[in-house]
């Protein structure tokens, strides 16, 4: 079975890189696609960022989701016609919707107030010192993680998600890594979905690839 790996469009492929290998000697074929390039250029942003992760799943199976890139499932298993997706600490599909649609109204104002330049910082400079450090106490892991991070512009923050839905009874498991996702995960539960909770923190698949690589499993031999 072929798993595509996605970052979130506000962090890079390196979030993969210690879990990565862990799958793939547990049997898998893992590819891990890297579009952070399709949000360099001119909008509209989700048709590039779709059709850069399109052009490097190579008939994919199941996608994994982590984190702002569950925004992207429903219109990338559109494109690719996958058997199944899997929802890591992600946000759920919102489609016809902004992204900041999807969160409170004060993170939307401090979001706002972090602009520059009509971009937001990188998602590090998002919280207060100590945040990141505390959820990534790896130096090393920490350097190679926030390297990746992009300055994304605003508008894509700004641009409806394609008008697109999951198809009826496509099947999809959610694994919980943080609390910060409880209602993604109250929500998947009350649409039938099989979901797992590893109450670590919203970067497991880095700080705890083993555990994260258990709970996946488990979820895959329930959905594909």
Same mark, same amino acid.
């Given at each position: ?17 210690? /879990?990565? !290998?862990?799958?793939?000697? @547990?049997? +898998? %074929? ?5 579009? #952070?390039?399709? $949000?360099? &250029? ?48 992600? /946000?759920? !599909?919102?489609?016809?919707? @902004?992204? +900041? %649609? ?5 993170? #939307?104002?401090? $979001?706002? &107030? ?111």
């Amino acid at each position: 079975m072929k798993l595509l790996l996605l970052h979130s469009p506000l962090t890079g492929p390196s979030v993969w890189q210690n /879990l990565a !290998p862990l799958l793939q000697a @547990r049997g +898998f %074929d893992v590819l891990v696609p890297d579009y #952070r390039d399709a $949000l360099s &250029g001119a909008p509209p942003y989700y048709p590039a960022i779709i059709q850069s992760i399109a052009a490097q799943a190579h008939e994919a199976d199941v996608p994994v989701a982590h984190s702002g890139a569950g925004a992207l499932v429903s219109a990338l298993v559109s494109a690719i016609s996958p058997r199944a997706v899997v929802f890591m600490d992600a /946000l759920l !599909p919102h489609p016809g919707k @902004r992204w +900041f %649609d999807t969160v409170p109204e004060a993170m #939307r104002v401090h $979001l706002r &107030g972090l602009e520059s330049g009509e971009h937001l910082p990188s998602w590090d400079r998002w919280w207060s010192t100590g945040t990141l450090e505390a959820m990534l106490p790896d130096i090393a892991l920490r350097k190679v993680f926030t390297a990746e991070l992009p300055s994304l512009p605003l508008g894509y923050f700004e641009e409806c998600a394609p008008d697109i839905s999951l198809p009826e009874k496509f099947p999809c498991a959610y694994l919980q890594l943080s609390s910060g996702y409880d209602t993604e995960v109250r929500e998947a539960q009350s649409l039938g979905w099989p979901t797992q909770r590893l109450t670590r923190n919203h970067l497991a698949m880095l700080t705890h690839p083993d555990e994260a690589a258990d709970e996946l499993c488990s979820l895959m031999q329930a959905i594909a």
